[in-house]
């Protein structure tokens, strides 16, 4: 089947190429609508499952967004909308599981149906579902703008209070992340209230039409938000903690590997000198360096173990450099918490093997019933096998360590992979 999906006939002329990719997209619709009939019907299954076995109301269905992402190779979080997306659309919104079922909506546009009928009581986001996508010559040439208006439209005819209430409640989910850009940019994202969100843009505006030298405007703007967020010049080096990780080559210029920043990821070796020779010539910053000591054959940290019950800072630190993000295969969120992989309470040791670095939502649902983690080390290379309820089997291993090379040694009898920390290192005979 699959084979038969990825063919392409490159002898058939450009009207049968494209009604090909028509078909190709209706075969992408049809299994969004089978993978939420899936979705739904595991939910069942496992909610009925553990109501048999006693598990409180409450408690039931806990860790099952993370398989459901696991299997569908995404993050927990988008698990968890996988998960909401699959109960609403199968049991709640018949019509519009029928047009994604038969390619006339794709699942990004269900999925905005689903979204803006969020707030409304179970009839009238059947009602919703009906009016909307009941005729499915009507959607035929909306975009996805189209679709969500045309559903905020009638979520609003239907129940303006419950919309109004939603709107009010969603400014609780305010926040900023931060992600990374390419050349060494980041973005930093604010999710406002709508009237905070405009008076920000109107103010970093403001500023910008009332400052007069070679910088651009987009510049001024963007320099105004660093200066009033931190209190410090915008020329001025960054005076806040970075752990900016490098091998000592690369910190010497003998190497030009790339350093590690947490939280962003690799950046070019010349960048990050740059940084640390701002940080230590600046007045108003300072430089501290930490030694790190990795294996040799690997460029894995060295184990660290700890007779505390909770992870002390230095080895938390520790298992926050050697993972990076968040372990759980597909998981790319910052690390929230540092925990056993084999629960302390089964007997598992406060030690850099033992402990892992994940986000809040990922370290939870790896402690519901059914879940296993384990942790080996092998040769240094830092293993994490995870096993869901259902007996799934996934292993996440964490990078080596900035700076890391792999070369081969050559012996007479075999041949051996050992570390050289320069380019310029030679491969070694014995």
């Known amino acids: 089947m699959f084979d038969e999906l990825a063919a392409v006939d490159v002898f058939v002329d450009e009207a049968a190429l494209v009604a090909r990719l028509a078909v190709l997209e209706t075969a992408k619709a049809a ?46 979080n988008r698990g968890g909308r996988h998960l909401g997306f699959a109960r609403a659309l199968v049991h ?38 009906a009016e909307l996508c009941s005729d499915l ?26 919309v109004v209430e939603r709107a009010a409640k969603s400014a609780s989910d305010r926040t900023v992340s ?4 390419p050349d060494c940019m980041t973005y930093v994202t604010a999710l406002l209230p709508v009237a905070q969100g405009v008076a920000v843009y109107a103010a970093l505006k403001r500023a910008a039409d009332t400052t007069f030298d070679k910088r651009g405007r987009g510049q001024i703007m963007a320099d105004t938000l660093y200066e009033r967020v931190t209190g410090h010049p915008a020329a001025a080096p960054v005076p806040v903690t970075v752990h900016l990780a490098l091998s000592g080559e690369t910190l010497l210029g ?8 947490p939280g ?80 302390h309470y089964r007997g598992g040791r406060t030690s850099l093997t033992n402990g892992l670095g994940e986000c809040e939502r ?17 040769n240094g290379i830092h293993t994490a096998e995870f096993i869901t309820p259902t007996g799934a089997r996934y292993t996440s291993t964490a990078p080596p360590a900035p700076g890391h090379r792999d070369v081969f040694v050559r012996k007479p009898e075999r041949r051996i992979r050992c570390s050289a920390t320069s380019a310029r290192h030679r491969p070694l005979r014995t």
């Open 178 to 181: 931060v992600r990374p850009a």
């Open 31 to 76: 299994a969004a609508a089978g993978q939420a009939r899936v979705t739904a019907v595991l939910d069942a299954k496992r909610r009925a499952a553990e109501a048999a076995a006693g598990v409180p109301a409450a408690k039931r269905g806990r860790g099952l967004a993370g398989e459901v992402a696991l299997a569908r190779r995404d993050s927990p």
């Open 362 to 378: 990922c370290n939870y649902a790896k402690e519901a019933p059914g879940w296993q983690v384990t942790t080996r080390e092998d």
């Open 264 to 343: 962003y990821g690799p950046i070019p070796a010349g960048v990050a000198r740059a940084l640390i020779a701002d940080a230590a010539t600046g007045e108003r910053s300072r430089a501290v360096l930490r030694r790190l000591y990795t294996r040799p054959a690997t460029g894995a940290l060295v184990a660290m173990e700890s007779r505390s019950r909770f992870f002390p800072k230095g080895l938390a630190r520790l298992i926050d450099l050697r993972d990076g993000t968040c372990r759980t295969p597909y998981c790319d969120a910052p690390i929230r918490h540092r925990d056993h992989a084999q629960p």
């Open 254 to 261: 003998g190497d030009d590997r790339p350093a590690d920043m």
């Open 92 to 129: 709640e919104m018949p019509c519009t599981l029928q047009a994604l079922s038969c390619g006339a909506i794709s699942e990004w546009r269900a999925t905005l149906i689903v979204r803006e009928s969020a707030g409304l009581t179970v009839e009238h986001r059947r009602q919703l579902d």
């Open 137 to 162: 010559s009507r959607l035929q040439g909306w975009g996805d703008k189209r679709v969500e208006v045309e559903a905020r439209k009638i979520a609003y005819r239907l129940d303006a209070r419950a």
